[in-house]
C-alpha cells in the first residue's frame, strides 16, 4: 500500500523543495521507503539522471535525501527557459519540443498520462510519495489542464498541504485568499497548512494560526522558523543564487540571464577560504578576483551577446591581463572560443558568432544533446571526479591539444598554453574535495580539505531535525493518502 502526500505553496520560493527534501528525508529515518515527485518542474538548474535523462535539481537532492538515486519518472515534466516567452520542453528526461508560453498553455494538458505514468511507476516502489507543486493552485487562471498543483492532485487522489512564506508579508492572505479563490471540489484536497521562513519568536504569530485554521478549516502543523543552512544545499532555483563572503580566494561569476546548471557553484561557496561574488548586470567584473567562472547556459549565443552588453568582455581581458585565471564550464566553455557555429538555428536563427578569443578553440552546434553521468580523472593530480554533462555542441581546435580531463580514455577539456585559461563540459568537478582543494591552491592559498558531500548529508539530517522540532511532522504524514 503506498501513500502520497502534496506539498503545494501559496507562492512561488515558498521554501517547497526543502522542506520536500527535509520530511523525505525524516520520512525515511522513520523506517518508510520515501520517493519524491514533481509532476511539472521549471528549472535550468538540471541533474543527470542514471536512466540517462534530465530531471529537476530539486528533485536530485530529494532523492538523496531519501536515499535513491534520481530517476526522470520522479519529474516526468521539465521546462527549461530559454528566452523571456519560450521554454524546452523536456519529458521523461528527453527533449521534446521548444515552444512559447501561450502554446504551452494549450498543450500541458496532453502530457497529465505522461505524469501519471511516471507517478504509476513510483508508487510500486515506495511507501510514501511526498509530491511537491509549482508556483502556486492560486493562479486558477491556470487552473484549466493544471498537471502541476491542484489538476495533478485530482487526477491522482492526493491530500495536499499548502504552505505560506511569512518572510515575504501578507502571509494571512495568502493562504486565506488561496481558500478564497479555490474552488470548492479543490479546497476540499487541502488538509493541512504551515508557515515557513519565520524570523523571531514564533509565539508572535499563534493567532495569526488561529485565524487562518478558523477561516479554512485547515489543520496547522506548524511555524517554520528560518532554516540558516539551506545555503548548504544545492539551489535550484536561480532567485537563490547569491554571493557568499567567505575567505581570502575570490571567485567572479558573472550572472547570465540563462545560467544554468549552477550547482558547480555550491562546493565553492561552501568552502570556508573561498568568496564567491555573484556579478549582476550592470556592474562590472571585480578587478581583484582570482578566478572569473563563467557558468552554463541555457542559451550560450544569446547570453554571450549579453555578457558582451555588459561589457564584462573588456573587464575579461583586463583581468587576463593582470594574470587571473579563468574557468569556463559547458556554455562558459563555449564563449571562450573563437566562434560559435550554429548553422542549424538550434539556438534561434541560423548564425555564426565570435567568441571571447580566450581558448584557441571552436563550438558548433548539433541538435543531439550530450546527457550522461561521469567518472573522470584530473591529469594534473590524478584525482578521481563524479560529474555529469548535459550539452548540445562539439568543440574542437588546437587547445583541446592541452586537454585537462581524461574521460575513460577521453580526453576532454581545453587550456591556454600558460593554462591560465580552462574550460571543460563537465558539471560537478568541484564536489571532488582532493580536485578542489589542488585547484583552489593554484590560486594562491592553501585551504583545508573540507568534505563537501558529507557536509550535505548533515545538513539533510539538520533539516530533517529542524522539521521534527517546529513542525507538525506526524499531522503532516498522517493527512496521506492510499493511492
Avoid at 66 to 81: A, S
Avoid at 269 to 291: F, H, K, M, Y
Amino acid at each position: 500500500m503506498t501513500k502520497a502526500i502534496m506539498i503545494q505553496g501559496a507562492g512561488s520560493n515558498v521554501g517547497k523543495s526543502i522542506l520536500v527534501a527535509g520530511l523525505a528525508r525524516a520520512a525515511t529515518r522513520r523506517g518508510l521507503s520515501v520517493a519524491p515527485f514533481k509532476p511539472q518542474n521549471m528549472s535550468n538548474n538540471a541533474a543527470v539522471t542514471r536512466d540517462g535523462g534530465e530531471i529537476g535539481r530539486a528533485q536530485a537532492l530529494q532523492a538523496r535525501a531519501c536515499g535513491l538515486q534520481p530517476h526522470t519518472d520522479m519529474n516526468p515534466v521539465l521546462l527549461k527557459p530559454e528566452s523571456e516567452v519560450g521554454a524546452q520542453v523536456v519529458v521523461h528526461g528527453k527533449r521534446l519540443t521548444t515552444m512559447k508560453a501561450r502554446d504551452y498553455g494549450k498543450m500541458k494538458a496532453t502530457l497529465l498520462p505522461a505524469v501519471l505514468e511516471s507517478f504509476d511507476r513510483l508508487k510500486t516502489q515506495a511507501d510514501l510519495i511526498i509530491v511537491e507543486g509549482a508556483g502556486s493552485p492560486a493562479e486558477v487562471n491556470l487552473r484549466n489542464g493544471d498537471i502541476a498543483n491542484m489538476g495533478f492532485a485530482a487526477a491522482a487522489g492526493v491530500p495536499v498541504a499548502l504552505i505560506g512564506d511569512i518572510d515575504r508579508g501578507g502571509v494571512i492572505a495568502q493562504l486565506v485568499g488561496t481558500h478564497a479563490v479555490l474552488p470548492d471540489e479543490d479546497n476540499a484536497l487541502i488538509k493541512a497548512f504551515a508557515i515557513n521562513k519565520f524570523r523571531g519568536d514564533t509565539t508572535l504569530f499563534s493567532e495569526g494560526m488561529d485565524i487562518i485554521a478558523d477561516k479554512t478549516g485547515w489543520a496547522p502543523c506548524g511555524i517554520i522558523p528560518w532554516f540558516a543552512d539551506a545555503w548548504r544545499l544545492p539551489a535550484e532555483d536561480v532567485m537563490d543564487i547569491t554571493s557568499r563572503k567567505g575567505g581570502p580566494i575570490k571567485i567572479a561569476v558573472p550572472k547570465l540571464n540563462r545560467i544554468a546548471n549552477f550547482d558547480d557553484l555550491d562546493p565553492l561557496s561552501a568552502t570556508p577560504e573561498v568568496t564567491v561574488e555573484i556579478v549582476q548586470a550592470g556592474r562590472p567584473l571585480p578587478g581583484d578576483a582570482d578566478l572569473v567562472l563563467i557558468p552554463g547556459s541555457k542559451s550560450t549565443i544569446a547570453d554571450l551577446a549579453h555578457f558582451r552588453a555588459q561589457g564584462w568582455d573588456i573587464d575579461l581581458l583586463a583581468h587576463v591581463r593582470r594574470g587571473g585565471r579563468v574557468l569556463g564550464i559547458c556554455g562558459g566553455y563555449q564563449m571562450l572560443g573563437t566562434e560559435i557555429i550554429d548553422d542549424e538555428g538550434i539556438e534561434g536563427p541560423p548564425s555564426r558568432v565570435a567568441g571571447l578569443g580566450l581558448l584557441n578553440v571552436v563550438t558548433t552546434m548539433q541538435d543531439d544533446k550530450r546527457l550522461t553521468e561521469v567518472t573522470a580523472t584530473h591529469l594534473a593530480t590524478g584525482s578521481l571526479l563524479q560529474g555529469y554533462e548535459i550539452h548540445i555542441g562539439v568543440t574542437d581546435g588546437p587547445d583541446t591539444d592541452n586537454a585537462w580531463l581524461d574521460v575513460a580514455g577521453r580526453r576532454e577539456g581545453a587550456a591556454s598554453a600558460d593554462g591560465r585559461i580552462q574550460g571543460c563540459y563537465l558539471h560537478g568537478l568541484f564536489s571532488a574535495d582532493a580536485f578542489r582543494t589542488a585547484f583552489l591552491t593554484t590560486l594562491g592559498a592553501a585551504p583545508a580539505t573540507y568534505g563537501y558531500e558529507d557536509s550535505v548529508e548533515r545538513t539533510l539530517d539538520a533539516l530533517a531535525d529542524h522539521l521534527e522540532t517546529h513542525m507538525d511532522v506526524d499531522t503532516i504524514l498522517s493527512c496521506a493518502a492510499e493511492v
